[in-house]
C-alpha cells in the first residue's frame, strides 16, 4: 500500500493516471473508430484494473459477509474479484451514459461523498484523485447539462467508471474503518443497473446479454414520463433529455448524503443499500407497466 503522506500520494498520483491509460484507450477507439465491440473494451478494463492492482496495491479484501470474507482471504479470490468488480463498474458507467448530465451528474456525486469520508480519515491521495476527476466533471457538465453541447463518449464514460471503481477500492483498503457497504451504496445504481440488464436480456427478453436496448431505467424514464409529452422544437426535446439526470440524481444525492453520515457502520448501510436496489426493481417495473 501506498502511504498516506503527501510525496507518495503524489507517486500514487502518477501511477493511477497510469492505470487509467488501457481503459480509455480502448474507449476512445471504439468511439473514432465504432468497431470495438463491449468484450474488447472489457478487456481494455481489465488490463486497467491489473495494473493499478499492481501499482496501487488495493483489493476487495472485505465486504462484511462472513462466508464471501472467508473467500476473499485467499488473493488469487480477491484478485478476480477486484478485477470483475473494477470491469464492471466501467461497463456500468457506460450504460448509464445515455442522457446530458446523467452519468456525469452521478459521478460528480459519488465522487462527493468519497472525497468527504477521505478527508474525515485523512486519506489523501483518495481525497486529491477525487477532487480533480471533481473539478474535470464540473467542467464537462457546464458544456454537457443542460444543453448538450460536448458528449462524454465510451472513453469518457470507462475512464469514469474505472476511476470509480478505483477508488472506491483504494478508499476501502487503505482504511479499515470504512464499512464496505458505503462504496457499495454510493455505487448501487450502475451496479443494479448492469446486473439487472444482464437479468431482463437473458431471462425476460431471452437476448444476448451484452446485447443492447432501449429499456434501461434512465430510458424509461425519458419515454414514459417525459417524452409522453408534445414538443415543438428540438430545444424543447433537449431540455426533456436534461431532466433526465434529475430524475436518477437527485435519489442519488439524498442517498449519498446519508451514506457520509454513517460511512462506518455495515448494520446501517447494508439495509439502505438492499432497500435501494428493491426500490428500483419496484420503479422499474411500474415504468415498464405504463402504457406508451
Known amino acids: ?65 462472513g462466508a464471501l470474507d472467508n473467500l476473499l482471504i485467499l488473493a488469487p479470490v480477491a484478485l478476480a474479484f477486484t478485477v470483475l468488480g473494477i470491469s464492471g463498474v466501467s461497463n456500468s458507467m457506460n450504460i448509464i451514459d445515455g442522457y446530458n ?66 477508488l472506491a477500492i483504494m478508499l476501502l483498503y487503505r482504511n479499515p ?41 434512465h430510458q424509461l424514464v425519458f419515454f414514459k414520463i417525459l417524452r409522453g409529452q408534445q414538443y415543438t422544437s428540438a430545444k424543447k426535446l433537449t431540455h426533456a433529455n436534461s431532466r433526465v439526470a434529475i430524475f436518477i440524481c437527485l435519489p442519488a444525492l439524498i442517498i449519498s448524503l446519508l451514506a457520509t453520515q454513517f460511512w462506518q457502520s455495515t448494520a446501517i448501510l447494508m439495509p439502505i443499500t438492499l432497500a435501494t436496489c428493491v426500490v428500483y426493481l419496484l420503479i422499474y417495473w411500474k415504468l415498464w407497466s405504463m402504457p406508451d
Not at 483518495?126 to 447539462?145: A, C, D, R
Open 101 to 166: 448530465g446523467l452519468s456525469g451528474g452521478y459521478a460528480t456525486i459519488a465522487l462527493s461523498a468519497m472525497a468527504c469520508v477521505a478527508f474525515q480519515i485523512n486519506d489523501h491521495l483518495v481525497l486529491t484523485l477525487s477532487l480533480s476527476l471533481m473539478g474535470g466533471l464540473l467542467g464537462f457538465l457546464y458544456w454537457n447539462w443542460p444543453h448538450g453541447k460536448i458528449f462524454m463518449g465510451d472513453g469518457g464514460a470507462y475512464l469514469l467508471g474505472f476511476s470509480l471503481a478505483e
Open 1 to 65: 500500500i501506498l502511504h498516506k503522506s503527501s510525496f507518495f500520494s503524489s507517486i500514487g498520483f502518477t501511477y493511477f493516471i497510469l492505470a487509467c491509460v488501457p481503459v480509455f484507450f480502448g474507449g476512445i477507439i471504439e468511439d473514432v473508430t465504432k468497431n470495438v465491440g463491449v468484450t474488447h473494451r472489457l478487456l481494455f478494463s481489465i488490463v486497467s484494473a491489473l495494473l493499478a492492482t499492481w501499482l496501487l496495491g488495493g483489493m476487495i479484501d472485505r465486504t462484511d459477509i
Open 177 to 217: 474503518t470504512v464499512s464496505p457497504w458505503f462504496t457499495a451504496i454510493i455505487l448501487a445504481y450502475p451496479i443494479t443497473e448492469t446486473l439487472f440488464s444482464m437479468f431482463r436480456r437473458k431471462f425476460i427478453s431471452k437476448t444476448k446479454t451484452g446485447q443492447p436496448d432501449a429499456a434501461h431505467l
